[in-house]
């Protein structure tokens, strides 16, 4: 089935158990925002594609990886985890405006995502946040992660 990508389930099958999607192609489920995803990087593709031979090879471990995706835009760097969908809320804990720091992107108080933006080796950080899945206010995240 085609769905944003060929839809696989946590093991990364398809309809069909005897064939598996990874990468780009992959609209799977991102168990950690209950919710099927197609994500477009590297990292990504990296390791679904270690996952789906695994569980080719007999491993049956279902996805539990929160992939991340970063760029470089001449003097910006970001990273971001999670979903950072610009229609989400959003609260910016700036350290230079609009240069360096971090957005959180937030549904119904729990923050989904993070984008950071010139603030590195921060990712695993930003995913325990999302992990947590609790309920805070914006001006509580001030200074979360440095």
Partial sequence: MTGNGIIV???????NPDIYGAGDIAFSPYRTLGQQMRVE???????????????MAGANEPLN???YFFSDLFELGYEAVGDI???LETFADWQKENDTGIIYYMKDGRIRGIMLCNVSEKVEE???LILKNEKVKPESLRGAIR
């Fill in 9 to 15: 389930n946590e093991y990364l099958q398809t309809s």
């Fill in 41 to 55: 990087h590297w990292d990504n593709a990296l390791n679904l594609g270690k996952l789906a031979g695994m569980n």
């Fill in 65 to 67: 990886y929160m992939p």
């Fill in 85 to 87: 969908n610009g229609e």
């Fill in 126 to 128: 930003a995913r325990n």
